[in-house]
C-alpha cells in the first residue's frame, strides 16, 4: 500500500484505484491521510463486461476508505484519452481473496 509520501506526488493528479473488491474508480486526488483513506474528486467507476464496452459510472466527489484500496496508480491521461472505451472488452476483476 502507498505510504502517505508516496501519494503527495499524487494529490492534484489523475489518478486510478483498484479496490479490494475489485472496482476500478478513476479520479483527480484531492487529500488522503495516514489511514489512507483518499478523497476523489470528479470520479468515476469503470466497470469491465465481456459483452458490451465499458461503462462509466459517474461518482462525483468519492471517499474510499484506506483498507478497501489494493492499488493505486497514476494515469497516463493522454493514452487514456485515446482508448475507445466502447469497444474495450474485459472480465470484471475478481475481488481480492485474505
Known sequence: MATATGLESF???IISVITNDGRNIVGLLKGFDQATNI?????????FSTKEGVQQL???L???RGDN???IGELDE????SLDFSKL???PLKPVMH
Open 69 to 71: 484500496i489494493g492499488v
Open 89 to 91: 472488452r474485459a472480465h
Open 58 to 60: 459517474v461518482l462525483g
Open 11 to 13: 494529490v492534484d493528479q
Open 78 to 81: 493522454e493514452l487514456d484519452a
Open 39 to 47: 478523497i476523489l474528486d470528479e470520479s468515476h467507476e469503470r466497470v
Open 62 to 64: 468519492y471517499i474510499i
